[in-house]
């Protein structure tokens, strides 16, 4: 999935200098452009082991601790850290539609992010999206990561979606009928090709399917209570039609094989509330964001070196949540609180039924954002982490502190506020 | 058999669409939802999206503002980049094709001749509209264009009731011609009257009213006022004072007031918009309440 897209990434980059060298009337031609910059000093008190802990955070999903190396965006060392620099070309295609792309570039590689289409003139409230794009169920889903109100992934999100949350390519259909109440139903075709949910393993020794192998079915609803306050209340329901894992170790001598194949399915709530600020630059506006997640997972063992095995089946239930809070203190000052939690139920059984034990963490972050187009923060955190100890059977919690001082630069078209 | 089943349902989703006589309006600001009020009437359902304590520079897109541009038969917002950051998106998500673009779509900043055109889009000077400065409708010379073209567009729309349009129009004109006479008889003494504002919000009625801008409290547009440029401006006040300092019903009081309080020059909160104050309840009494406060701002003793 990672290419190496930096000669294109550099001559978009160069194309966006030109575009911005130009006077401001005659560029509607052209897509807009924006960049975000982000990046990060960073600090714990586990030697800056602490990324690796949530990386082998006990939880039901893939391997165990032998996961795809390189994929934790979220790795940081202790100091300065560069995170994700995202480009990002939007704009109408013609009448009809709507493009977005956009394009992340870490540790010298770029991958494309988000890439679709999106329609604008069908009737009676229905859109289609085609592409590689953020699915639409939850609500922290749908949100870039730079208007994030903390630095990092959420626990349940992390654990069940990844870094990222789900981003796949495929169909999105909503429909949005013209009621006095708010609602937005959508269905999604995606190919089950991600992180942490799908066919994404492999092996010649276990076929994928034809896809699309994930299936999205999503409702919002939001009831309108005028200008200073909103609501919106949503419900989602994910199946994977064909969901892989690789539970083998290449570091044993001789490997160890265990390929399962199955299906798995996650349903969720999520609710957000908002109230505008009362005075000027953000003072006095209240964010309140919640999301619970249950995760449920039936495989087949497929292919094992121990051939006994082939043939068992392996279930498993795990559910995540979190529950945040922003509040403008001042003028441009935000502090925002967050409790996020993963492996409430975290059930694995494959010959018995074992305990994978829960994650959780409380994390303090304090915003300042002189324009809409820039912020800094100052984030503590405070984090138990389980570990399943396999030969042991049990799980064991580990508590560490993490700090980030991070910034977020918005450079170029006017970013939306979006809901 | 397919077709069939087409012939049977589509004129079923024409009637949903139709099925609402008046013309559903969804206004941006308070002062367009009056003027449309004015022109349509009866004939008119309208929907404002902000209020006056908003600054509508920084508004979520939020759920309900999508579903009333889903429900709308027009969008009548300012245009000139003011509500870049939100209406871009409740017309993305709206997916209502009939206000992606004109007739359905009227942005009263581009119907009239704007003032502060082709500032260097660099946000180093804050806040900055390229296209303009888009507060035109607090210069009621330009309300009077935008209420013509508007009223085309009502027709345009409810082509039935054009002549109804046209009528109330004529009416409308006449009252704002004869609004406007008083006005500007009321505000002669405000000539050529230096005055701070909070925020590049008043342009347009400075310029009517021949006042004269000679500092902002915001150090650059959209910048929150500092300690150190409030300093500046007392220096500046005690050279030469200023009239009196305005600010709009979303402006932190903080600093006007305190620079009031230091210099002696009356800080007066003006409506900006319909309901920014109790007296501003239309267009006609958003700017008798405006005249008549400027007018009483010399009792705090300043210029």
Known sequence: MKKNLMPIAVSAMLFSGFVAAQTNNDTSFNPKISVILDGAYYSDNIDGESFERLEEMSGILGGHGHGDEGHGHGGLSRGFNLRETELTLSGSVDPYYDAWLTVAFADGEAELEEAYFETRLLPAGWKIKGGKFLSGVGYHNGQHAHSWDFADQNLAYLSLFGDHGLVDTGVQITYQPATDLYTLMGVELLQGDQEKLGASVDSEQLEQEAGPRLTTVFVKAAPDFGADHALQLGVSYINVGNHQEDHGDTDEIPTVVELLEGDASVWGVDAVYKKSPTGSYGQGGVKLQAEYFYLDKELTIEQASDIDEIGEKVVGQQDGFYIHAVYGVAPRWSLGARYDVTGMTNDLEEEEKVDLGDSSRMTLALTWYPTEFSKFRLQFARADISKFDEEAGTSASESFNQIFLQYNISLGAHGSHQF | ?303
């Open chain 2, 1 to 303: 058999m397919l077709k069939r089943l087409l012939i049977i349902i589509f004129p079923l989703f024409l009637f949903a669409e139709e099925s609402l006589a008046e013309l559903q309006v969804f206004a941006c600001e308070p002062e367009l939802e009056s003027l449309v009020q004015e022109l349509g009437g009866e004939l008119v359902t309208t929907y404002v999206a902000t209020h006056a304590k908003q600054d509508v520079h920084h508004i979520q897109a939020r759920p309900s503002l999508i579903n009333r541009v889903r429900r709308a038969d027009l969008v009548l917002c300012t245009g000139a980049s003011l509500e870049v950051g939100w209406l871009p998106v409740l017309l993305q998500k709206g997916a209502n094709p009939k206000v992606q673009k004109e007739p359905g779509l009227f942005l009263a900043a581009n119907q009239v001749e704007r003032l502060d055109v082709g500032q260097k889009a660099d946000r180093s000077q804050g806040d900055v509209h390229p296209e303009g400065n888009p507060h035109v409708m607090l210069d009621p010379r330009k309300v009077l264009p935008i209420a013509e073209l508007l009223t085309q567009r009502l027709g345009l729309l409810d082509p039935r009731h054009q002549e109804t349009y046209q009528a109330n129009f004529e009416r409308f004109k006449q009252r704002w011609l004869n609004a406007i006479t008083r006005w500007n008889e009321l505000a002669k003494p405000l000539r050529g009257k230096p005055v701070v504002v909070h925020h590049q919000s008043w342009v347009y009625l400075l310029n009517w009213l021949g006042m004269e801008l000679v500092a902002t409290l915001e150090p650059l547009p959209g910048i929150p006022p500092s300690t150190s440029h409030l300093s500046k401006l007392i220096k500046q006040m005690a050279q030469a004072p200023a009239y009196t300092i305005i600010r709009s019903p979303f402006a932190d009081k903080k600093g006007s007031q305190w620079l009031s309080k230091k210099t002696g020059i009356c800080a007066i909160e003006l409506p900006f918009t319909v309901g920014g104050n109790s007296d501003a309840n239309d267009l006609f009494g958003l700017f008798d309440s405006t005249i008549a406060l400027l007018i009483n701002a010399k009792s705090c003793g300043g210029g």
